[in-house]
């Protein structure tokens, strides 16, 4: 073999190499804006040898039991106060690796302008889950249309109400359902995930929203045995990085925060 066809075979041999030693970190996320932000920071992982394999899911409920029975390796979708939640009700021990952004809740509707157009009797929808229900209820609170028992409960129901001067008819619907069910209804609490896959402008079609002392920060989660490996560590430092914070201020214009 001649000189040329050897520094040929060494080179193939070497990317070879390279890309056996790849490791693969399978994260499970909701469309908008994790996996987005997921994808921006797939190639910078790349050069670090892992490969980033997002799985795109729709619903709440998936991405927590996948990684809990070890079928994906992370997850990137939820904030704590619903990760406690979950772990309480299911007998998971899922653990947040690192936060990375703030979605602010708002509320939203096609039928009025302002809260102060709420007639007597409005139908609000807002999630069925209890943290972003419970969410629901305190910035509809902090808008004055009612009036919680205790005012800091992070899982209040409407059970919990104790003022509701206008009388308003709430109905629990499954989070990722209320974008479809907007012209239904006289109002609807919406996660910001999913009013941006539905075409929503949170800054701006929101009749109130949280502001961004919200503490419903979006975490990267995984399982006690896996949080500290070093690709999940290096896949943390990339969420938390410079360019992440930029990709988001730039692409959601204030739709979603940064967290760190």
Same mark, same amino acid.
């Given at each position: 073999?001649?000189?040329?066809?050897?520094?040929?075979?060494?080179?193939?041999?070497a990317?070879?190499?390279?890309?056996? &030693?790849?490791?693969e *970190?399978?994260?499970?996320?909701?469309?908008?804006?994790?996996a987005?932000?997921?994808?921006?920071?797939?190639?910078?992982?790349?050069?670090?040898?892992?490969?980033?394999?997002?799985?795109?899911?729709?619903?709440?409920?998936?991405?927590?039991?996948?990684?809990? @029975?070890?079928r994906? #390796?992370?997850?990137?979708? @939820?904030?704590?106060p619903?990760?406690?939640?979950?772990?309480?009700?299911?007998g998971t021990?899922?653990?947040t690796?690192?936060?990375?952004?703030v979605e602010?809740?708002?509320?939203y509707?096609?039928?009025?302008?302002? *809260?102060?157009e709420?007639? #007597?009797?409005?139908v609000?929808?807002?999630?069925?889950?209890?943290?972003?229900?419970?969410?629901?209820?305190?910035l509809?609170?902090?808008?004055?249309?009612?009036?919680?028992k205790?005012?800091?409960?992070?899982?209040?129901t409407?059970?919990d109400?104790?003022?509701?001067?206008?009388h308003?008819?709430?109905?629990?619907?499954?989070? &990722?359902?209320?974008?479809?069910?907007?012209?239904q209804?006289?109002?609807?609490?919406i996660?910001?995930?999913?009013?941006l896959?539905?075409?929503l402008n949170?800054?701006?079609?929101?009749?109130?929203?949280?502001g961004s002392?919200?503490?419903?920060?979006?975490?990267?989660?995984?399982?006690p045995?896996?949080?500290?490996?070093?690709?999940?560590?290096?896949?943390?430092?990339?969420?938390?990085s410079?360019?992440v914070?930029?990709?988001?201020?730039?692409?959601?214009?204030?739709?979603?925060?940064?967290?760190?």
């Open positions: 073999m001649n000189l040329k066809k050897t520094l040929v075979a060494l080179a193939a041999a990317s070879f190499s390279s890309l056996a &030693a790849a490791e *970190l399978s994260v499970a996320a909701t469309p908008v804006p994790h987005e932000i997921l994808e921006f920071v797939k190639p910078a992982l790349a050069e670090q040898g892992v490969e980033l394999d997002v799985k795109v899911f729709t619903d709440y409920i998936q991405p927590n039991i996948q990684v809990a @029975q070890k994906m #390796d992370a997850n990137f979708f @939820q904030h704590q619903y990760l406690d939640e979950f772990n309480a009700g299911r021990n899922l653990v690796v690192t936060g990375v952004h602010p809740f708002g509320a509707s096609s039928r009025i302008q302002s *809260l102060d709420l007639k #007597d009797g409005a609000v929808a807002i999630p069925n889950d209890p943290t972003n229900g419970g969410r629901a209820l305190l509809l609170q902090k808008a004055g249309l009612i009036t919680l205790d005012a800091s409960k992070i899982t209040a409407p059970r109400i104790a003022e509701n001067p206008k308003l008819d709430f109905k629990e619907l499954e989070a &990722a359902t209320l974008p479809r069910v907007l012209d209804v006289d109002l609807a609490l996660n910001t995930n999913y009013a896959e539905a075409g949170p800054s701006e079609d929101a009749l109130v929203i949280e002392e919200s503490p419903y920060v979006n975490i990267l989660v995984a399982r045995d896996n949080k500290d490996s070093d690709a999940m560590q290096k896949l943390a430092k990339a969420l938390n410079d360019a914070r930029q990709f988001i201020l730039e692409k959601y214009e204030g739709a979603v925060v940064p967290a760190f």
